[in-house]
């Protein structure tokens, strides 16, 4: 019995051949398996070579900060450089005005046109006036060469002499007294037609036809709306910069025009303590009519900005853009906030930063492959 059973247990402990080799087949097929996993995991850790940067198919411009005026920005009004009253310069009844309120006069034009008929008759006067001195001139010059002639062969005293030249000097001064009384009479008879000094527009009509004026009477009151000027006035806070730089520009809307004269009173105001300026304006330049308040910017520094060419922006509606040229994702319209206009260029507040590129051709832009729309 115990020899038996002990073969039983040493039977129990044996495995057979075969179960060995499938175990071993099975541990080779898994360390075949992470092979693969380790080197599918390796394949897909090895880095993609970046895609080549993207051309821009039209012209492109590089954003920079530029060197620009720093304003100190200032209410002011407009007012013409030529204004004035027309006034009369003689005495006469108002026969005619051929200008009204709100007419333009061109220079040297006659506006108010007096009866003048004393003016006219006062003329004739120192016509005859003027003939008359010519033939006694004549008169006395003939009888001095007379007497002159006569003293030379010593038949005549010399206070015949004396007489005649005496007469001859008179006659002269008469004949300069006539042409002189002359030239005045035709110049109150030209008083008679009063005349634009300067081209401009009426703006009061002071007197109607019929009245009787004298000298001094105002007639005509006008303007030239051909050179303006702005007045503002400057802080005593900020004066000294204004003073040592003297540069300004007037904004009407989205224009900025540099004035051509900048002329800062000597003293302050005594209420509010701000010194009183003009700005001159060139002929021309802005739409504007006296009495209008408009923007007026004091240089008072400099400061960087970033300038794009008005041509390069996109407006629609009451939104700017620019298309902006990225190498990496290409075209791209954007929403800008731009602030004031120099010359040609726009000032940009928001939207693009400095090194991008943006298009100077928006159509060109706008026909690009792939352009799109970012906010």
Do not use: W
């Not at 092979?35 to 850790?45: D, F, Y």
């Not at 492109?60 to 900060?65: D, G, P, R, V, Y």
């Not at 300004?248 to 209420?271: L, N």
């Not at 509606?317 to 075209?331: H, I, L, N, R």
């Amino acid at each position: 019995m115990s020899a038996r059973s002990g073969l039983q247990l040493s039977t129990r402990h044996v495995e057979p051949k075969t179960s060995i080799r499938a175990r071993g087949r099975a541990s080779e097929a898994l360390l075949a398996g992470l092979l693969l996993i380790l080197t599918g995991l390796n394949g897909c850790t090895q880095k993609v070579p970046p895609a080549a940067d993207l051309k821009a198919p039209y012209a492109t411009l590089t954003l920079a900060l530029e060197k620009t005026p720093l304003e100190r920005i200032l209410d002011g009004t407009t007012e013409a450089t030529n204004q004035g009253t027309v006034s009369a310069q003689t005495a006469g009844r108002v026969a005619e005005i051929l200008y009204d309120v709100n007419d333009f006069v061109p220079a040297g034009a006659v506006i108010v046109r007096l009866k003048g008929t004393e003016q006219r008759a006062g003329f004739q006067e120192a016509q005859a006036a003027l003939a008359e001195a010519k033939a006694r001139n004549e008169e006395a010059q003939n009888n001095y060469q007379r007497i002159a002639d006569l003293y030379q062969r010593r038949v005549v005293a010399k206070a015949s002499l004396d007489q005649a030249t005496a007469g001859r000097d008179a006659a002269a001064a008469r004949l300069s007294a006539a042409e002189a009384g002359l030239s005045s009479a035709r110049e109150g008879v030209a008083y008679t037609e009063v005349r634009a000094p300067y081209a401009g527009v009426v703006s009061k009509r002071l007197v109607e036809v019929g009245e009787t004026v004298g000298p001094g009477t105002p007639l005509m009151s006008g303007l030239s709306l051909q050179f303006l000027r702005v007045n503002v006035n400057i802080p005593q806070s900020v004066i000294d910069a204004v003073r040592r730089l003297r540069k300004a520009a007037v904004y009407m809307g989205d224009h900025r025009v540099e004035a051509t004269k900048f002329t800062i009173f000597p003293e302050a105001a005594a209420p509010s303590n701000t010194f009183r300026a003009r700005l001159d304006l060139p002929s021309g330049a802005l739409d504007l009519y006296p009495g209008m308040y408009v923007k007026v910017g004091l240089v008072v520094g400099e400061a960087d900005r970033l300038l794009v060419p008005v041509t390069a922006l996109v407006e629609r509606s009451e939104v700017t853009a620019v298309y902006v040229f990225d190498p990496k994702q290409g075209t791209s319209l954007r929403y800008i906030r731009v602030g004031h206009r120099f010359g040609d260029r726009m000032e940009v507040l928001s939207g693009v930063a400095v090194g991008e590129q943006i298009a100077l051709d928006p159509i060109a832009a706008a026909k690009a492959p792939g352009a799109s729309v970012s906010r």
